[in-house]
Structures are given as structure tokens and as C-alpha cells.
């Protein structure tokens, strides 16, 4: 019989499910998508659970946490794993924040071209049989200014990137030194309002904390160019939905591109009625390489940790 029994409760790649597999230590169940109502009757017979953001482990899941040491995170954002309710129950969270990265940055790459010059309306109307050049009528990128929110691994990626396009790059970033900031050539501002006042195009990249949630509500869009153009890949939320919505439709926003939503999956949300907001199901990290990458750091991690040898704790 396995010494360590791991449950994976989310889909992730099938290198790090390999990984795990190999070692005749561990036996590995995948319940990808289970409900927490089931997982917290089986929860406490694995030695570790592995999850994406499909899962929400609160408090309330672990309060009974049997054998469970550890929390394995396929991903960056931990907003979906109460931390302290861990803690408290001798439980080590983990995550695998570089795996994604790449994914994350490209496809807040493509979302940024896609809303600046329509392209996924263009591709449904002219598959419609409509031929219609004059609506799709775009922005272009070089020489506006980008807002970059949250100068991390992602947000320092999509600096660069947009630094090639001859953007002129500004960030608002409490945490990092200035010198992270000028060696992207990128202009660090001391408040959030003098980032966002100046920016044609505002993307965020922070980590959905109190701190960061709601961060952009009306107050701030109202400090904001008009017919600025907002991107969210990072997490629901951290740009007010409702008010986004409003000034989406009053023009104040040009355009916004979300690849996140407080509620996941959203149902009947208010973004879908909306012409100019651009959203796609929470896909940052779908690429291969993405996905292979946060698996098999996060199996290799969760395999060390098992065994008593080193490892990195979130
Ligand atoms: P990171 O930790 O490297 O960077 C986050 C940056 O945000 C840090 O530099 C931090 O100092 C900054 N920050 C924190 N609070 C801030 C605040 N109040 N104002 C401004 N900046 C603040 O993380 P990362 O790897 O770049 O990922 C960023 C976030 O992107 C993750 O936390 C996750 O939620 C999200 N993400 C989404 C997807 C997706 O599929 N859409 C994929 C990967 C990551
Ligand atoms: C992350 O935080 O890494 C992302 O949300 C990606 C994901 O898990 O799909």
C-alpha cells in the first residue's frame, strides 16, 4: 500500500499526475471538478490535495483535516485557499507561481490587441456574412501610454512586451524598488492616481487581496482619461464590475478585456450584454506550456514536501 495519498481536485496536466505517479510512495486520485460538500467527507484520508481556482478551500473544508499536511496550489493566485484557516490547522499551502507566467502575460497580450481593434467582434460579424470595415475602426498602442498595475512577474512581462511597441510604459507598485521598475524602462509612480490620470490603457497584475479588491471602482474610472481602455487577467474583482459596466456604457471606458469574474463560472452576468467589454473564461494559463509548467512544479514540490525534503512554501 502507498505511504501518501494525494487527490487532485482540479484538471492539471497530465506531467505532474506522471510525476507524482512514478514514485510507488504515493497513490494519486484525480476528482477533478468535485463539489466541496463531497470533498470534505474524503478530504481528510489524503496526505495532500493539489487544486487550480475550481476549488475553494476555506475553513470550513478543513476543519476536519484528517491526515492533510498539504495544499498544493497548479497556479499563482491563492485567493481561493484560506491561508490562516491552514495554518492553524498545521496544514503548508504551496503554489507554483512561475509556471504561468508566459501564459498570463501572452494572453493579456492578445486581449489588449483584440479589444483595441475589435478583432473578436470583426471575426463573428464578418463570419456572419456581414462586410463591414467601417465599424471596426481601432486604436493603436504605439506611443500611448500603458498603466501597468502590479510590476511583478507578470506585469513586468507585459511591460517589456508593450516597451517593444514603443508604448510608453508607466506602473504603480508599492512593493518594488525602483530600480525593478527602470530596468524595464518603465516610469514607477508614487500613488495609483498618477498612474492610472495619465494611462490610454490601464492592466492589472496584482494578486486579489483586501486590499486590492475594488481597487478601480467610479471613483477612480473618474480620474481616468476619457476613452481609457481597461484590462483585467489577474483576478474578478479587483476592477468593480458593476462600475466597469457603467462606464463602458457611457463611452468613459472605451473598451475593457476580462479574462476574470468575482463569481466563476458567471452566470447571466451584466458584462455579457455589453458591446464593448470583451471577456473570455478565466484562460490565462490555459497555454501547454503554462499548464506543463505549474504541474509539474507543483507535483514536484508537493512529492519533496511528502518525503520530509526540502521544498518551496508559498
Ligand atoms: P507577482 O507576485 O509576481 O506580482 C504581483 C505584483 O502585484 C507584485 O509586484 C506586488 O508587489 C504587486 N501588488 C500587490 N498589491 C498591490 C497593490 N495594492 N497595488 C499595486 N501593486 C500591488 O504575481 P504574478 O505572477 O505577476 O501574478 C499576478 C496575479 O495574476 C496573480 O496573483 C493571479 O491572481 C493572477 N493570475 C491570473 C491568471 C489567469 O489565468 N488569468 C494566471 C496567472 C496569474
Ligand atoms: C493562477 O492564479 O495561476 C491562475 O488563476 C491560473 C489558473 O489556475 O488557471
Redesign the pocket.
Known amino acids: 500500500m502507498a505511504k501518501f495519498k494525494v487527490l487532485v481536485t482540479d484538471h492539471i496536466s497530465q506531467d505532474g499526475i506522471d510525476i507524482l505517479r512514478a514514485d510507488s510512495d504515493i497513490q494519486v486520485d484525480i476528482m477533478a471538478g468535485i463539489k466541496n460538500a463531497e470533498l470534505k467527507k474524503i478530504i481528510g484520508e489524503y496526505d495532500a490535495i493539489i487544486t487550480r481556482?475550481g476549488t475553494t478551500v476555506d475553513a470550513e473544508l478543513i476543519e476536519n483535516p484528517g491526515k492533510l499536511k498539504i495544499i498544493g496550489r497548479a497556479?499563482?493566485?491563492?485567493?481561493n485557499v484560506d491561508i490562516e484557516a491552514a495554518s492553524m490547522k498545521g496544514i503548508i499551502v504551496m503554489n507554483a507561481?512561475?509556471g504561468?507566467?508566459l501564459?498570463?502575460c501572452e494572453?493579456t497580450m492578445g486581449m489588449m490587441l483584440s479589444v483595441v481593434r475589435k478583432i473578436p467582434t470583426a471575426n463573428q460579424i464578418t463570419k456572419a456574412g456581414e462586410w463591414d470595415r467601417k465599424r471596426f475602426m481601432g486604436i493603436q498602442l504605439y506611443k500611448k501610454t500603458l498603466a501597468v498595475?502590479?510590476?511583478?512577474?507578470?506585469?513586468?512581462n507585459v511591460a517589456k512586451r508593450c516597451r517593444a511597441f514603443e508604448m510608453k510604459v508607466v506602473a504603480?507598485?508599492?512593493?518594488?524598488k525602483k530600480s525593478r521598475a527602470e530596468s524595464l524602462g518603465v516610469e514607477l509612480c508614487d500613488t495609483?492616481e498618477e498612474a492610472i490620470a495619465q494611462a490610454d490603457v490601464i492592466t492589472f497584475?496584482?494578486?486579489?487581496?483586501d486590499?486590492?479588491k475594488n481597487?478601480i471602482t467610479s471613483k477612480e474610472i473618474a480620474k481616468m482619461k476619457d476613452g481609457v481602455v481597461i484590462i483585467n487577467?489577474?483576478?474578478g474583482g479587483i476592477v468593480n464590475e458593476l462600475d466597469l459596466v457603467e462606464a463602458c456604457k457611457s463611452g468613459k471606458v472605451a473598451a475593457a478585456g476580462l479574462?476574470?469574474f468575482v463569481t466563476e463560472p458567471p452566470v447571466n452576468h451584466p458584462f455579457f450584454d455589453v458591446d464593448n467589454i470583451y471577456v473570455t473564461p478565466?484562460?490565462?494559463?490555459?497555454t501547454h506550456e503554462?499548464q506543463y509548467g505549474v504541474a509539474v512544479i507543483i507535483a514536484e514540490q508537493v512529492k519533496n514536501a511528502l518525503h520530509g525534503r526540502s521544498y518551496r512554501n508559498a
Open positions: 481556482s497556479g499563482v493566485g491563492l485567493d507561481p512561475t504561468n507566467t501564459a498570463a494572453l498595475i502590479g510590476l511583478g512577474r507578470i506585469g513586468g504603480f507598485d508599492p512593493y518594488i495609483l497584475h496584482t494578486p486579489l487581496t486590499e486590492t481597487l487577467c489577474a483576478r479574462d476574470v478565466h484562460i490565462g494559463a490555459n503554462g
